[in-house]
C-alpha cells in the first residue's frame, strides 16, 4: 500500500492550496479516506473525513474553507483549502479514518501571516 500526498507549499494567509493524495495497493473504493495534519509540537489531528459513499465532514475549524473530495477511478483523494490561517501550517497526510494504512510522506503546507 501506498499513500503519496502532493500540492503543499507556501502560501500567504487568505490564499488557496489543493492537496491530492495517490493511493495504491488497495481496492480504493471501498474505503472510507481521511487527511489529517500535523502541525509543529502537536498531535495529529483529523481534518476532514470522506466515505465511501461521499459523505464528509470536517474538524470545526476547517468547516466553510476546506473540502474533500475522491476520484475512484484514479484513486485519490483531495482537500481544497481555502482561506488558509496560519495555523493551518502543518504537514498534511491522507490515510483511513482509522489511520489503519501505512503512513505515506506528507505534503508541507506553510502559511505566512
Known amino acids: 500500500v501506498q499513500l503519496q500526498a502532493s500540492g503543499g507549499g507556501l502560501v500567504q494567509a487568505g490564499g488557496s492550496l489543493r492537496l491530492s493524495c495517490a493511493v495504491s495497493?488497495?481496492?480504493?473504493?471501498?474505503?472510507?479516506m481521511a487527511w489529517f495534519r500535523q502541525a509543529p509540537g502537536k498531535q495529529t489531528e483529523l481534518v476532514a473525513r470522506?466515505?465511501?459513499?461521499?459523505?464528509?465532514n470536517y474538524l470545526d475549524s476547517v468547516k466553510g474553507r476546506f473540502t474533500i473530495s475522491r476520484d475512484n477511478a484514479k484513486m485519490t483523494v483531495y482537500l481544497q483549502m481555502n482561506s488558509l490561517k496560519p495555523e493551518d501550517t502543518a504537514v498534511y497526510y491522507c490515510?483511513?479514518?482509522?489511520?489503519?494504512?501505512?503512513w505515506g510522506q506528507g505534503t508541507l503546507v506553510t502559511v505566512s501571516s
Open positions: 490515510n483511513t479514518p482509522l489511520r489503519t494504512l501505512h
Open positions: 470522506i466515505t465511501r459513499a461521499g459523505t464528509t
Open positions: 495497493g488497495i481496492v480504493f473504493s471501498i474505503y472510507d
